[in-house]
């Protein structure tokens, strides 16, 4: 798992709640992710973020939102817009670094956090 | 089409088998294909990655294959054993950086 941390492990909600998973990296990585994975299916891009103050819509980013404060810290709301959020979360993050080939698009990812709906 | 397509979906093997897992893919923009190993309840862990650049390459008992007119590339487990079980993942990648996910290969070594 690196240098990434993830919190909770497990994470149940009501419906009509927002709930907020953690991610934060010490690996001094300038990009970080957010994934959905589903059983029997790969990973789904939710956000990601490249530089702080900046973040992207990925594939499925309804009823998603992010933020990027700080360059180790990238945390997912999963709000009540979501209408099937049980699943596993798994946050990533990568180098950067423009024309190293070998290093680039290399993500390294934290434990998960199972986010179940109640 | 960002689609990486992978087979098969699960796979059981003999302890010392060769397990091999293909992926297909469309974007010829592609140019970064990784391969991800995830246990249970754990995240997947970078197992080894290759550029179209090399039709090949070998990192212990793992081997990539890699056929780019085919627009396809393989994983070969070499003397798998019971502790290799686990959910593999085929990925691509462009320019954009983002990472493209095959849906996985649940794979069980039988000791």
């Known amino acids: 798992d690196g240098g990434i941390t993830q919190s909770p492990k497990y994470l149940f909600r009501k419906e009509g709640q927002n709930v907020t998973l953690s991610c934060e990296q010490n690996?001094?990585?300038?990009?970080m992710y957010w994934y959905r994975q589903d059983p029997g299916q790969g990973l789904r891009l939710i956000y990601y973020s490249q530089i702080v103050n900046d973040f992207q819509k990925g594939d499925i980013a309804e009823g998603y939102s992010v933020s990027r404060e700080k360059k180790e810290s990238f945390p997912l709301t999963v709000t009540s817009a979501q209408k099937n959020p049980t699943a596993f979360y798994l946050c990533?993050?990568?180098?950067?670094?423009?024309?190293?080939?070998?290093?680039?698009?290399?993500?390294?990812f934290g434990p998960g956090t199972r986010l179940t709906v109640l | 089409q960002q689609q990486v397509k992978q087979s098969p979906q699960s796979l059981i093997v003999q302890k010392g088998g060769i397990p091999i897992i293909n992926c297909a893919y469309e974007?010829?923009?592609?140019?970064?294909f990784p391969w991800y190993q995830q246990f249970p309840g754990k995240g997947p862990a970078l197992l080894i990655a290759i550029r179209p650049d090399v039709s090949e390459k070998k990192e212990g008992r793992f081997t990539i294959s890699f056929n780019k007119s085919a627009k396809q590339f393989s994983l070969h487990i070499m003397d798998s054993q019971p502790g290799d079980s686990a959910t593999y993942f085929c990925?691509?990648?462009?320019?954009?950086?983002?990472?493209?996910f095959g849906s996985g290969t649940q794979l069980t070594v039988l000791p």
């Open positions: 990925a691509a990648s462009g320019a954009a950086r983002q990472l493209t």
């Open positions: 690996l001094n990585h300038d990009a």
């Open positions: 990533a993050s990568s180098i950067v670094k423009v024309g190293l080939a070998g290093f680039r698009d290399t993500q390294y």
């Open positions: 974007n010829t923009a592609f140019d970064y």
